[in-house]
């Protein structure tokens, strides 16, 4: 089983930065890939970021050179650099880990980009 809490949201303007966190425990972590999602009021939950255990990282088209994705194996922990936030970005934002059959959510944080 794996445990993941979340950090760092938090009210920015358009155009600013945030850095989310996320520290995981409960299984091993270095050999598996990490996730981090969203969820904006009344859509689906949706794809923002993703890294592989080697590294290898995979962004929403809508967060492209915007956002970054990194981990820290020795910490067990995700970050997710926002930069250039926008509007359209408010979300609550989850970290996922992936673990065969078994999907596991953190509680999520919420990141509100607001004027």
């Known amino acids: 089983q794996v445990q993941l809490v979340e950090s760092g949201g938090g009210v920015v303007q358009p155009g600013g930065s945030l850095r989310l966190s996320c520290a995981a425990s409960?299984?091993?972590?270095?050999?598996?890939?990490m996730g981090w999602y969203r969820q904006a009021p009344g859509k689906q939950r949706e794809l923002v970021a993703t890294?592989?255990?080697?590294?290898?990282?995979n962004y929403a088209e809508s967060v492209k050179g915007r956002f970054t994705i990194s981990r820290d194996n020795a910490k067990k922990t995700v970050s997710l650099q926002m930069n250039s936030l926008k509007l359209e970005d408010t979300a609550v934002y989850y970290c996922?880990?992936?673990?065969?059959?078994?999907?596991?959510w953190g509680q999520g944080t919420q990141v509100t980009v607001s004027s």
């Open positions: 996922n880990a992936p673990r065969g059959p078994i999907n596991y």
């Open positions: 409960g299984s091993p972590f270095s050999g598996y890939s």
């Open positions: 890294i592989s255990s080697s590294g290898s990282t």
